[in-house]
Nanobody, 118 residues
Framework: QVQLVESGGGLVQAGGSLRLSCAASGIIFPINAMGWYRQAPGKQRELVALHTSADNINYADSVKGRFTISRDNAKNTVYLQMNSLKPEDTAVYYC????????????WGQGTQVTVSS
């Protein structure tokens, strides 16, 4: 059974930092990409950061320079270091893993709440 388990969310004041972690288990094929998405109330889910390889990392413009994604391939784990947090970063953050085994599989975590107070 495939599981993506997130941790590290919480409540923080504006300007503060949080570090999210996501560990994937039960995936037997190599994971092509891991990333973080977020969804604020009343808004669509949006990409925050995507790590395909050490040379292929993408960030949403709104988080560039503040967030850093990293990945431990040996542990099938992805991290999101979030600095200089703003109230507009408040959302449920979801971990995503993409596996390309002829058919592309998209796996999602259950989400972790990040709330930034002003």
């Amino acid at each position: 059974q495939v599981q993506l388990v997130e941790s590290g969310g919480g409540l923080v004041q504006a300007g503060g930092s949080l570090r999210l972690s996501c560990a994937a288990s039960g995936i037997i094929f190599p994971i092509n990409a891991m990333g973080w998405y977020r969804q604020a109330p009343g808004k669509q889910r949006e990409l925050v950061a995507l790590h395909t390889s050490a040379d292929n990392i993408n960030y949403a413009d709104s988080v560039k320079g503040r967030f850093t994604i990293s990945r431990d391939n040996a542990k099938n784990t992805v991290y999101l270091q979030m600095n200089s947090l703003k109230p507009e970063d408040t959302a449920v953050y979801y971990c995503n893993a993409v596996v390309n085994a002829v058919v592309v599989f998209n796996y999602w975590g259950q989400g972790t709440q990040v709330t930034v107070s002003s």
